[in-house]
């Protein structure tokens, strides 16, 4: 009887050959699923003891002081953090510039165009990010705050390794007829990014800083063969949470998540920025990135177009 419902099942998935054939067939998609569960219980315990990239929280020299900042950790994310909330919740203008590369980060073997896509997808999460509550207006324009970041540190990603850990995650759902089974990525080759940034009032003074640092991990970190991959997402994390500083006056990490905005929703899928300001970042990539660098592990710059040239 349950060889006759194995090959019904199996013929039901266009296999054609005997009963025995079948059998044999289904012999095979058994052991594959099991190999495929030990795999992940293997990487689950591997990503347990050793799962995230390491990110120093470095100093470049950018801010207008370091002093009196307090430490505000994550999960994931080490942070020192520093906010005038009274300031910063009467602001309603603000501009960004540009994000650039500290001399000790510019040393990370990246390409200038990867450097330039990193950098941009800070400004681009910033603008996104800080519309929620404020008027972005253009760098020329006057505002209330001015906010710029500078990357400090970043680590490449091992395109090896994340080629590795995307064909990992393939097989057992292939091998299990489609069904997820869940893999979490290979703890090795991790990427990183740190990140200083602040909010400076119309005479300079500083409202607000935050010295970030956050390693890809293996759990929600998905794999893009580029060595700026894990950068690249990074950066945007980065973004999320200095502009989510500056819009609540208190510092976002150890909260639960909050849902994000319409604006939010309809940039990530591609659409026009709430304020014209933000068109000098570009458009995030949208489906199309999100089926290339989340599904299929691709260079982020193949999906991203950058700044507006």
Request: glycine share 12%; hydrophobic share 45%.
């Amino acid at each position: 009887m349950i060889a006759r419902l194995c090959t019904q099942g199996i013929r039901a998935l266009g296999f054609e050959g005997t009963e025995n054939e079948a059998l044999l067939f289904f012999d095979a998609i058994v052991k594959w699923t099991i190999f495929a569960a030990g795999l992940a219980a293997m990487l689950g315990l591997a990503a347990a003891l050793s799962g995230c990239g390491t990110a120093p929280l470095e100093r470049g020299g950018s801010l207008a002081s370091y002093d009196n900042m307090a430490v505000s950790d994550g999960t994931l994310t080490k942070s020192l953090i520093k906010v005038s909330k009274q300031d910063v919740l009467a602001a309603k203008t603000v501009r960004i510039v540009p994000t650039a590369f500290s001399a000790a980060a510019s040393q990370v073997e990246f390409t200038d165009e990867q450097r330039r896509l990193v950098s941009n997808t800070v400004d681009r999460a910033l603008c996104v990010g800080l519309s929620d509550r404020f008027q972005v207006v253009g760098l020329a324009e006057p505002a209330d705050l001015t906010v710029q970041a500078v990357v400090t540190h970043a680590g490449p990603t091992n395109e090896l390794a994340a080629g590795t850990s995307k064909v990992a995650s393939v097989i057992p759902a292939f091998f299990s007829l489609g069904f997820p089974v869940p893999v979490p990525r290979l703890p090795v080759g991790l990427g990183s990014l740190s990140v200083e940034a602040e909010a400076r009032g119309p005479g300079s003074d500083q409202k607000a800083a935050m010295i970030w640092g956050r390693g890809a991990d293996s759990i929600t970190s998905k794999p893009k063969v580029s060595k700026a991959g894990d950068a690249y997402d990074l950066a945007s994390a980065f973004g999320d949470d200095f502009s989510n500083l500056l819009v609540t006056g208190e510092s976002p990490l150890g909260k639960a998540p909050a849902l994000p905005s319409l604006q939010k929703v309809a940039t990530s899928l591609g659409g026009a920025p709430k304020y014209p300001a933000c068109e000098a970042f570009g458009r995030g990539p949208g489906v199309a990135g999100m089926v290339s660098g989340g599904v299929l592990g691709l260079p982020p710059e193949w999906s991203d177009k950058g700044a507006r040239q």
